[in-house]
């Protein structure tokens, strides 16, 4: 009992509008992924709340899975999906952090993540045989999470096993690719996540869309075609994380562009290149986009407006309000009244 207490202890209590996730839901949408969904050391009751927030998991089309996830977890756990079917993996976070493994291959993923590389990062793997996924969990931590499993016989399909490289990368278990996440690739993940249950056949189409649109980012990055490598010296990937990581810290507001570029060892003008290359939009956007996504977290937590909109880097809360809702399509007063955490 004491590893059980120890496990299950709850993170918070849970705000009476916000929605959770059963153990019986986790099992019933790991169906679609493997078999034999598995609690380590401890099995909560069927109806025990697990998870704040909301996850869908869906066939897309014939060999093509969504999972997505915009949840926090209630408690330390370690849970296992045995014999995952095999697949291509593509695996994104684009808030939070999530510690997952395939086999004996773990990462971290996220902005809040341990990792330089896992903060700016997403994966492919390889699943060439059954395997099991294994996910460990924190109490109290969040995470935005984008997952697509594609059937050999659908990258086949869509003409996706063409090159060398991909067919060499598919003919190895467990083998996986890390690539660059660019402002589009996290920006289709927001949208995934955001369209969750499709209400319409529209909607549905726009879904589908976001996904396709999202393996183009991944297969672009990771397998770079002939006469479409992006060109990234290894020093430019490194600066590069290095940049995204300052934008992140509460400090960036307060470091101009000249500052930024001698923290990571360049110049103004060769780093505003780089960043509008990768992320196809200036350091100063990239870094309003990371404050004002920090500030719709801390009013769906119920912070005060004027106090968020200081931390941003705002002078006014009626500039806030203009460019939070040039961002988001929403004012941060609806951002506060929203419970979809």
Same mark, same amino acid.
């Given at each position: 009992?004491?590893?059980?207490?120890?496990?299950?202890? =709850? !993170?918070?209590?849970?705000?009476?509008?916000?929605?959770?996730?059963?153990?019986?839901?986790?099992?019933?949408?790991? @169906? +679609?992924?493997?078999?034999?969904?598995? *609690?380590?050391?401890?099995?909560?009751?069927?109806?025990?709340?697990?998870?704040?927030?909301?996850?869908?998991?869906?066939? +897309?089309?014939?060999?093509?899975?969504?999972?997505?996830?915009?949840?926090?977890?209630?408690?330390?756990?370690?849970?296992?999906?045995?014999?995952?079917?095999?697949?291509?993996?593509? &695996?994104?976070?684009?808030?939070?952090?999530?510690? *997952?493994?395939?086999? =004996?291959?773990?990462? &971290?993923?996220?902005?809040?993540?341990?990792?330089? /590389?896992?903060?700016?990062?997403?994966? +492919?793997? $390889?699943?060439?045989?059954?395997?099991?996924?294994?996910?460990?969990?924190?109490?109290?931590?969040?995470?935005?999470?984008?997952?697509?499993?594609?059937?050999?016989?659908? +990258?086949?399909?869509?003409? #996706?096993?063409?090159?060398?490289?991909?067919?060499? *990368?598919?003919? $190895?278990?467990?083998?996986?690719? =890390?690539?660059?996440?660019?402002?589009?690739?996290?920006?289709?993940?927001?949208?995934?996540?955001? #369209?969750?249950?499709?209400?319409?056949?529209?909607?549905?189409?726009?879904?589908? /869309?976001?996904?396709? $649109?999202?393996?183009?980012?991944?297969?672009?990055?990771?397998?770079?075609? @002939?006469?479409?490598?992006?060109?990234?010296?290894?020093?430019?990937?490194?600066?590069? !994380?290095?940049?995204?990581?300052?934008?992140?810290?509460?400090?960036?507001?307060?470091?101009? %562009?000249?500052?930024?570029?001698?923290?990571?060892?360049?110049?103004?003008?060769?780093?505003?290149? #780089?960043?509008?290359?990768?992320?196809?939009? %200036?350091? !100063?956007?990239?870094?309003?986009?990371? @404050? #004002?996504?920090?500030?719709?977290?801390?009013?769906?937590?119920?912070?005060?407006? !004027?106090?968020?909109?200081?931390?941003?880097?705002?002078?006014?809360?009626? $500039?806030?309000?203009?460019? *939070?809702?040039?961002?988001?399509?929403?004012?941060?007063?609806?951002?506060?009244? @929203?419970?979809?955490?």
């Amino acid at each position: 009992m004491k590893y059980a207490e120890r496990c299950m202890k =709850p !993170a918070t209590a849970r705000p009476p509008e916000e929605r959770f996730i059963t153990r019986h839901e986790l099992v019933q949408s790991a @169906r +679609l992924l493997g078999e034999r969904y598995e *609690f380590e050391g401890y099995l909560p009751d069927e109806h025990e709340p697990l998870l704040d927030g909301a996850f869908h998991t869906r066939t +897309l089309q014939p060999g093509l899975i969504l999972h997505a996830a915009q949840t926090r977890d209630r408690y330390n756990l370690c849970t296992r999906n045995v014999q995952m079917h095999p697949g291509v993996k593509l &695996v994104v976070v684009v808030d939070g952090s999530t510690e *997952f493994a395939y086999g =004996p291959q773990r990462f &971290v993923l996220g902005p809040q993540g341990e990792s330089l /590389a896992g903060r700016t990062q997403g994966i +492919l793997l $390889n699943l060439l045989e059954r395997d099991t996924f294994s996910r460990r969990w924190q109490r109290g931590r969040r995470e935005r999470k984008v997952s697509l499993t594609l059937s050999r016989e659908w +990258l086949v399909a869509n003409g #996706l096993v063409g090159s060398t490289e991909v067919a060499h *990368f598919l003919q $190895n278990h467990l083998s996986d690719r =890390p690539w660059l996440l660019t402002a589009r690739a996290i920006e289709l993940c927001h949208q995934i996540v955001q #369209l969750g249950t499709p209400a319409t056949g529209l909607d549905s189409l726009r879904l589908q /869309a976001c996904c396709l $649109n999202l393996v183009v980012e991944a297969f672009g990055s990771a397998f770079p075609e @002939r006469g479409h490598h992006d060109g990234l010296r290894s020093l430019d990937r490194q600066r590069l !994380a290095q940049l995204d990581e300052l934008l992140h810290t509460a400090q960036a507001k307060d470091l101009s %562009t000249p500052e930024l570029a001698r923290q990571v060892g360049s110049n103004p003008t060769s780093l505003q290149a #780089l960043a509008h290359r990768v992320w196809g939009c %200036t350091l !100063a956007d990239r870094a309003r986009a990371i @404050r #004002l996504d920090r500030a719709r977290d801390s009013l769906r937590q119920g912070e005060n407006i !004027a106090q968020v909109a200081s931390e941003a880097g705002y002078g006014s809360t009626s $500039n806030f309000s203009t460019a *939070f809702k040039r961002h988001f399509g929403i004012t941060p007063r609806q951002a506060q009244q @929203r419970s979809d955490r």
